[in-house]
């Protein structure tokens, strides 16, 4: 049998609540170029989800600002994407943390998605899954991956949840808005709040009216246009839903022009928020 020298013994205790019992939240962002796209607010979100599963968090924005940025650095890095990982840290009973904090910054290739997925526009698949504590990015990302793993199966870009009153306000790794003539639409509560569809409302709020609310299911039978966003699907254009046709079959001008607007907005360096 193979034995674990002291340092790896010492490792593998630091970070056993994250490994073990998923105690632990974390954050996906990207660069452009060598610019993280709102770094800030991706590190304000880390710190708001620790705070509701009560896990200590010893680094201070600023500090984890300096961490990331020293780790790009050491990289090389160009267009990246950034995993900051915090875990409860060691326990003695594999159960409780000892009040010390385990970081892991890491960085890895952008996973590009094709032109041709933004020209045709995507599909997804609904499941009857829900998210645990659906305004914390914790690491217990079971019912995420279950549903990424039926999307794969059934050749679709994503899962969307659907709950059991029957509305569909995100997807497993996304947010999720509607177009019902010219107004968006979209949820504003028990999901998680993510950054790029930040950015994308801020765009949206000087083209479009936008209505804050749950979606239903039966009503993307109705929607003229609909979209994703994430940190690497940006504002990606979603023409189906299981075997319900959105809109016309193809993606829309007004998700079109906002996918345009954004883009010009990352070129110019416009989502520096501080």
């Known amino acids: 049998m193979a034995s674990l020298s002291l340092p790896q013994t010492r490792r593998w205790r ?3 609540l994250g ?6 939240v974390f954050e996906v962002l990207r660069t452009y170029g060598v610019q993280p796209f709102r770094l800030r607010e991706h590190l304000e979100r880390l710190h708001r989800s620790a705070a509701q599963i009560d896990l200590e968090m ?3 924005i600023g500090e984890l600002e300096r961490i990331v940025q020293a780790t790009l650095a050491q990289n090389d890095a160009g267009n990246v994407t950034i995993r900051i990982i915090v875990t409860g840290g060691e326990s003695a009973n594999g159960l409780l943390p000892e009040g010390k904090a385990s970081l892991l910054v ?3 290739p952008v996973r590009v998605i094709s032109a041709e997925t933004y020209h045709n526009g995507a599909s997804l698949i609904s499941v009857e899954l829900q998210r645990f504590m659906p305004t914390v990015k914790s690491l217990n990302y079971v019912t995420a991956i279950m549903g990424q793993q039926r ?3 059934a050749g679709a870009i994503e899962a969307l949840y659907r709950a059991a009153d029957g509305t569909v306000d995100e997807c497993t790794t996304s947010n999720v808005f509607v177009f019902r003539g010219d107004e968006l639409v979209t949820a504003d509560a028990g999901i998680l709040p993510g950054i790029t569809r930040g950015f994308a409302l801020e765009i949206a709020a000087d083209l479009h009216p936008i209505r804050y609310r749950s979606i ?3 009503e993307l039978r109705e929607v003229d246009e609909m979209f994703i966003t994430s940190t690497t699907k940006e504002i990606l254009p979603i023409v189906r839903v299981d075997d319900i046709v959105i809109g016309s079959g193809h993606p829309g ?3 079109q022009r906002l996918l345009a607007t954004f883009r010009a907005g990352v070129q110019a360096k416009k989502f520096r928020t501080r």
């Open 14 to 16: 630091q970070a056993i």
């Open 19 to 24: 490994w073990s019992a998923g105690y632990g």
């Open 58 to 60: 010893p680094w201070g």
């Open 106 to 108: 890491m960085t890895a």
């Open 151 to 153: 999307a794969k199966r």
């Open 216 to 218: 239903c299911y039966d």
């Open 253 to 255: 001008l007004r998700t």
